[in-house]
């Protein structure tokens, strides 16, 4: 079966810039310069193949970089699979257009980089029959990897915001430059092995419920952290310094949230142990001026412009249609 490929989400072309290497020289290895029936092809785009060759070649060494033993399970493989062929449908696209739109390769980046192909694998027992067949598909994969980088960086030439659009881009993402809500706290932790007899864990609960009464009575809180604390933060009197909403468990930051400056809080019960917890200073949220953030800001916006404008691109490109994908020959690729 053959079927029409609609609007599909941007796949980085970058995923599979070494695999599609390892395809190209499988592919000039088996020798594939005909033309391929559309029984051969695992998808055909703007008159373009991808070979069923090529597309094992990169499936199988995407593989070994994800899965554990080059392995995929079972559940995984229908998108994988789809997933990977996007990301050569992309490729393939992008290369068309930037030829489309008279982009040159950049052979000085070329020459660079198969002159240090040829020094890592010339010493390889291979290398003089396969020397010329493999620097062919080198120089094919470089080439596509240069216009595209080249389409990339004109299609994100996204000019800098005006102050204007700066602050109205500012004003729409507050939560952006907003410095969350956080309270400096201190710990004592007792720990106890979760798989310990309830009778570890009441001793416990006793020795906490003791300092506690200890820290009442006046002394000191980080004196006894560091006496009697298994928390990294002994060493320097329990003091956790600054942490915000989901930084601790949700039963300590229950706990935590309900101090007052100062207060130190009954023993909470957590799964590695028994803690009290003490609130040294609390922190509201704060909505932070353009001034102090523009710079930040002018990131923001630039980053946020060019992911939309090469989506655009993208979305404009796979809507013109012109892509199929032979799913028979798709499913029976392993």
Known sequence: MVRKVGRSGLFAFALLCCQ?????????????????????????????????????????????????????????????KRELLQTLISRVLYVQEARRRGFQPDEAYIDDSIERFKARFSTSPRWPENRDRWLAAWRSELEQESLIAQLESVLKAVLPPTDTQLRGYYERHLDKFTTPQRWRVSVIQLNVDPSSAPAVWQRTLEQAVALTERIRNGERFAALAEQFSAHESARVGGALGWIHQGMLSPEAQQVVEALVVGEVSEPVVLLQGIALFRLDEQRESKVNALAVVEKRARELYLREHKKMAWDTFVNELRSRGGVTVNETLLDSIL
């Not at 559309?38 to 060759?53: D, M, P, Q, W, Y």
């Open 20 to 80: 599609s290497l390892t395809a190209a020289v499988s592919a000039v290895n088996e020798g594939e310069s005909a033309p391929l029936s559309r029984a051969e092809a695992v998808a055909e785009v703007g008159g373009e193949s991808i070979s069923a060759a090529q597309y094992r070649s990169a499936l199988h060494a995407e593989l070994r970089q994800k899965f554990y033993h080059g392995k995929m399970p079972e559940a995984q493989a229908h998108a994988f």
